[in-house]
């Protein structure tokens, strides 16, 4: 009356197409991605270390909107007391010049629309 063997058989069958897309980039390994980001530039040290920049460049970027736009202060002071030039196109984009290869390819990945290029001009390959 009941058909438990069907019952049975329909769950295991739902519950393998459920779980499909798991097993799929489990046994492909297609689940390890993460963009790389292409530098196309000689210089090897950005304003911070690298794990600096991959964790609190937004905050860095903000901060140095408050500093130039708001307070009036031009000069960035890194934690190696090195100093450099608080500007976007004149610091930044001299190394990190391909929008689409460096910027959006982590933005992308991680699901950010970043507000940069409402006020700065998308830098121009080559540049």
């Not at 090897?44 to 609190?56: A, D, G, H």
């Not at 934690?79 to 460096?102: M, P, Q, V, W």
């Amino acid at each position: 009356m009941y058909d438990k063997g069907k019952v049975i058989l329909g769950l295991a069958i739902f519950l393998c197409l459920a779980s499909f897309p798991a097993w799929y980039i489990v046994l492909t390994g297609k689940g390890d991605y993460r963009p790389a980001p292409v530098l196309a530039t000689s210089e090897n040290q950005c304003v911070e270390s690298k794990q600096y920049m991959r964790e609190y460049h937004m905050q860095l970027l903000n901060q140095w909107r408050d500093d130039a736009v708001r307070n009036g202060r031009a000069i960035y002071t890194a934690t190696d007391n090195r100093t450099y030039d608080i500007n976007l196109t004149g610091t930044c984009l001299n190394c990190h010049s391909n929008k689409a290869e460096f910027c959006d390819s982590c933005h992308n990945y991680q699901g950010v629309a970043p507000n940069c290029w409402d006020c700065h001009n998308v830098p121009v390959m080559g540049k």
